[in-house]
């Protein structure tokens, strides 16, 4: 993964698997089930970020799921801001992610 970077690019599954030379039992596994990853910068948000990225990735083909998705992201700043939290402390984060969708 590059320096600085939160999510990396698709992978080959084998790049968890670098020094086996001999496939085993848990890479026959993933490999039947995936056939790429992406490693995500364990900074404490990680899950949330692979979780996030990988719904984004999966809608990238269906502009109904995408417009979803991208409706659930607004939604998702009017509810904080009636819960009480300062729009301030989201919004630079809730934009950013409705650019990177709106250029899907």
Not at 11 to 36: G, R
Not at 69 to 87: C, M, N, P, Y
Request: with cysteine; proline share 3%; aromatic share 8%.
């Amino acid at each position: 993964m590059e320096v600085g970077s939160l999510v990396s690019c698709r992978e080959d599954i084998s790049a968890l698997f670098p020094a086996e030379t001999t496939p085993s039992a848990k890479y026959n596994d993933l490999s039947s089930q995936f056939c790429a990853v992406r490693k995500v910068s364990g900074d404490g948000n990680c899950f949330y970020r692979a979780a996030c990225f990988a719904h984004l990735e999966s809608a990238l083909h269906h502009p109904r799921a995408l417009q979803s998705f991208k409706d659930k992201i607004i939604q998702s700043g009017r509810v904080l801001t009636s819960a009480g939290f300062d729009e301030s402390s989201f919004s630079h984060h809730q934009n950013t992610l409705v650019r990177v969708v709106e250029q899907c």
